[in-house]
């Protein structure tokens, strides 16, 4: 049996993933692992690319897209290592990053997931781990714009009652966590055995939420690794995902889908109701904000950035899109 398998989910994306694949050549050393590519039915040669230059790769070619979730679960079905690395294929490993996941696993126990800090192209830090899961009380701060006006002001570096995601300066430092990023995270083969992996319900979108959510429910723990470290090139398109419509339909529909599951319709319907009106509300007093700079100082990005999940999530919810589990 390997140490590890490296499972990548590949969609059109032929150039990134030959510059993950040479990135965890050159750099995961004194490790044996094999690497799984499941393909969701690329368009762009991703397939022949793979079995021209990366001979010793397993490939799995679905001839449709069957999601991210059931791709990984596709994945987890032929791998052989102890421990199995879940991994996008717009990151970029270097150092001895994931090598210090597998120590960190392998001299602790009682975690069943440790993830790495995720860095942005130029080396900055990009937000990717949050101390709980998401809850009416936290998706009333966020709505309402309680916790980016005031809490995450008040409390910049520090832990407040209903603070989802960790600060920059929070995840400077290693420490246990709700969940982590989906981009990239380490799991012992116990915990698949114990849960089963990816919940094939989701397509797109809080998959590994929900896992870890369950992950914790057999009793193991979270770790955020701060000293390990992986590039995700796709914080740097955010701007672009903002105004892609659905992309963000399946954001939200996940969102709603994960609520559903795990506290019921009632409550989910409650979240809905916060996100209508909250929605409503910050998109009045950001659109006032962002009217007042484009009169002092011209456009604000960061403020048009705030803008469009609300929006998103008005125009998803008076469409009357139901959600099935």
């Not at 602790?108 to 997931?113: D, K, L, T």
């Not at 796709?234 to 399946?250: H, L, P, V």
Request: aromatic share 14%.
């Amino acid at each position: 049996m390997n140490d590890l398998s490296i499972i990548i989910v590949n969609y059109n994306t032929k150039q990134i993933l030959k510059n993950c694949l040479e990135s965890i050549y050159k750099h995961l050393n004194d490790v044996d692992f094999e690497i799984i590519i499941v393909d969701n039915n690329s368009q762009d040669e991703s397939v022949q690319m793979v079995r021209k230059e990366f001979r010793k790769v397993r490939i799995i070619a679905n001839n449709k897209n069957i999601g991210f979730g059931s791709a990984n679960n596709q994945g987890i079905k032929i791998a052989k290592g102890n421990y199995l690395l879940f991994l996008n294929n717009d990151t970029y490993v270097f150092d001895n990053s994931i090598q210090k996941m597998i120590r960190y696993l392998v001299e602790n126990s009682r975690y069943g997931v440790v993830g790495p800090q995720l860095l942005n192209k130029d080396r900055s830090i990009q937000l990717s781990a949050s101390q709980i899961f998401p809850s009416l009380y936290t998706e009333f701060l966020r709505n309402f714009l309680i916790d980016r006006i005031i809490l995450n002001r008040l409390f910049e570096d520090r832990d407040y009652f209903g603070r989802c995601q960790l600060s920059l300066n929070q995840h400077k430092k290693s420490r246990d966590v709700s969940f982590v990023s989906g981009a990239c995270f380490l799991v012992r083969r116990k915990v698949i055995e114990r849960t089963k992996g990816f919940d094939k319900r989701f397509f797109f979108y809080q998959e590994e939420i929900d896992w870890m959510k369950r992950i914790q429910e057999v009793d193991f723990a979270i770790y955020f690794l701060s000293d390990a470290k992986i590039v995700h090139l796709g914080g740097i398109a955010t701007e672009k995902s903002m105004k892609n419509t659905k992309r963000f339909d399946y954001q939200i529909m996940s969102r709603y889908k994960y609520f559903l599951i795990h506290h019921g319709a009632i409550y989910t319907i409650g979240i809905r109701l916060i996100d209508i009106i909250g929605s409503i509300f910050s998109l009045i007093i950001l659109t006032i904000g962002w009217l007042l700079t484009l009169l002092n100082k011209g456009v604000n990005k960061k403020i048009c950035m705030a803008i469009y999940p609300f929006y998103h999530y008005l125009r998803f919810n008076f469409s009357f899109k139901h959600i099935e589990v």
